[in-house]
């Protein structure tokens, strides 16, 4: 079974910071990508961030130059360092994972979610 779990929401003012960590934990055999998306009350669930196992990286426009996406492969773990937050930014964060998982020698695909973290940034 593979997990994923989010830490590093909170709530702060507006042009604060935050950052968020995911650590995926299981039977990985590797992962290809790592991201985040946001949802806001009302609203769909949006790209905000996306990682693969190379350098290449994504933006949403909304968030280019105020936000990184980073990860630690060794520690299957990526990173979300959001700076000069808005209030429109506020909602909750979720962590996704396309990766490779093996099992008594079987590989699946899987494309894994985390719980979600709430981030609340004030005006």
């Known amino acids: 079974q593979v997990q994923l779990v989010e830490s590093g929401g909170g709530l702060v003012q507006a042009g604060g910071s935050l950052r968020l960590s995911c650590a995926a934990s299981g039977s990985i055999f590797s992962i290809n990508a790592m991201g985040w998306y946001r949802q806001a009350p009302g609203k769909q669930r949006e790209l905000v961030a996306a990682?693969?196992?190379?350098?290449?990286?994504n933006y949403a426009d909304s968030v280019k130059g105020r936000f990184t996406i980073s990860r630690d492969n060794r520690k299957n773990t990526v990173y979300l360092q959001m700076n000069s937050l808005k209030p429109e930014d506020t909602a909750v964060y979720y962590c996704?994972?396309?990766?490779?998982?093996?099992?008594?020698?079987?590989?699946?695909?899987?494309?894994?979610w985390g719980q979600g973290t709430l981030v609340t940034v004030s005006s």
């Open positions: 996704n994972a396309d990766l490779v998982a093996v099992t008594e020698g079987a590989y699946r695909y899987l494309e894994v």
């Open positions: 990682a693969t196992s190379g350098v290449s990286t």
